[in-house]
């Protein structure tokens, strides 16, 4: 009897392991022509065609593997003395080496020499290169922005001695000697309320004495930290903070006097150690002015809630570069998925989160570098860009991963694919660095006490293109503004959320709208379209009832391919 065939089975399921995730997202370059001189873009073209290589595969592949193997806290050596150490796995330590060694993502901000670019790097780069790398791991990007946002606060505030001594290492791509930051600041009594930390600050001789518990310390076994402490006899409350670097090895080789009492067993960025911290003493050295440790501790986490935001844009454009590809190459009744037109809808509305997201960040990036050299308007503008994109961005990437997760259907649930991690490091994003009350609350102090929105306002109110849908993106700028500055002025509370989203979108339709206008001029308007999405679905009032004419925009935007001007203008019905 002849043996029965069984057939192989079909591979039925479409996988993206080995795309590239740069050119699998084909407005990304052009963007980048607006925010990067030509000879910069030209000199990066091949470093973000090889990380957009490494993200879609080895990346992603090394990602999944160390959230597979968390990091594991030892109290001896083998030989037996007392020396704590994280293990970590191959895997999370090459994803560490390929950012901070090889593409020097920590160090690209103070210093010339990275990438083979003689001065230091714009912000847009940093994120740029960050956001693509984030999209196939999360984890590593906390001590990458620790590193980085320490570095600056260090060199800002920091005696010269100080820098001078802990510069190198920070900014070093020597895998094997370069040291990397991180921040200890929350305690059991005192989270969002920074006003409550109790550890002491004891003076000994030139250098201090820390003694406390650290509640949450991520990259714990960093090699120096910024940590907030109150010298015995200040005042309570923030004004009573002094800010302290606490490198893990003193001077003489030895040990710091403190202790990783265990590593926390978390939800998402599981490869990365996040751990509690007991200071016995440890030996510690004031950075900047003894009275103004919260302020100048304040300029670190502002570096790095820009870089949460960023983060959450760039695990969206993950989430939208999947789902595209799932829905263009999965069948169901007899279809592509991308042909059926309630899941069109449903992709569309990941991708108008994932673009907003993209285009505040890098307006954000071209900001700071303005406010960096000096210009106080755009200071302003960036001390309230910053909460915004954090706290909303965050917010979104919530939902847009996990909208991304369903598109894949039953495998968007399970482990072996890219959704689940992506869901649940998307949702630390809006706890840590600031949950988001206390990030938009922040937006309306920004508003109320520094005035930043006299500032952004005009900004954003100048770009708008001058035509039909322009105006009525004035009109909808206009209103988010009103609404946001009434709210910090009166102190209500209850509405700082709804105003700053309100303004976040305000933002985020302005800059659609004038990138896709700077493009369209070459020959992609795509943006001024999204810019026209974002204000149906996020500005304007809506009738639930209502058939809305936008949902259309999905047989232009969906193939992400180039529009011309005179479509935009067809489409908008000028
Ligand atoms: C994985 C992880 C890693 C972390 N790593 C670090 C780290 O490296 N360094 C570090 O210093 N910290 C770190 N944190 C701590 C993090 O920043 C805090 O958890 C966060 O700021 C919230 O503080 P809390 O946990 O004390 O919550 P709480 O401050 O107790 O907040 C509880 C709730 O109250 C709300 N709330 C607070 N104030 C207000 C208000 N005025 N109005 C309305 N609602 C309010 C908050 O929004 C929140 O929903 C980390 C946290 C996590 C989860």
Redesign the pocket.
Known sequence: MKPEVIPPPQAALPDSRGINLYGADPSFAALLGLYLSADLRRHLAPHFERLGALAGDELDQLAATADRNPPKLHARARTGEDRQWIEKHPAYRRLEEIAFSEYGLAAMSHRGGVLGWPKPMPPAVKYALSYLYVQAEFGVCCPLSMTDSLTRTLRKFGDPALVARYLPGLTGQDFDTLTQG?????EQGA???VGGVVTRAVKDGDDWRLYGD?W????ADAGVAMVLARPDGAPSGTKGLALFLLPRVLPDGAANSYRIVRL?D?LG?RDMP?GEIVLEGARAYLVGDAGRGFVQMADMINNSRLSNGMRAAGMMRRALTESLFIARHRVAFGKRLIELPLMRRQLLKIMLLAESARSVMLHAAAELEKADAGDEDARRRIRILTPLLKFRACRDARRATGDAMEVRGGCGYIEEWSDPRLVRDAH?GS????????VA?DVMRAIRREGALDALQPALEAMLPQSASGAALASAVKRAAAFARDTADQRD?VHARQAATGLYYAVAAAVLASEGSRLGATGDARRLLLSALVLAHRLLPRDPLERAAEDRLAEVLLPETPVSQAQVDQLLRK
Do not use: P
């Open positions: 991180a921040m200890f600041m929350t989270g969002s309320d650290k949450f310390c991520s990259n926390k978390k960025t996040s630390l706890i840590w660095e600031g949950t988001s009350n206390v609350l509370d």
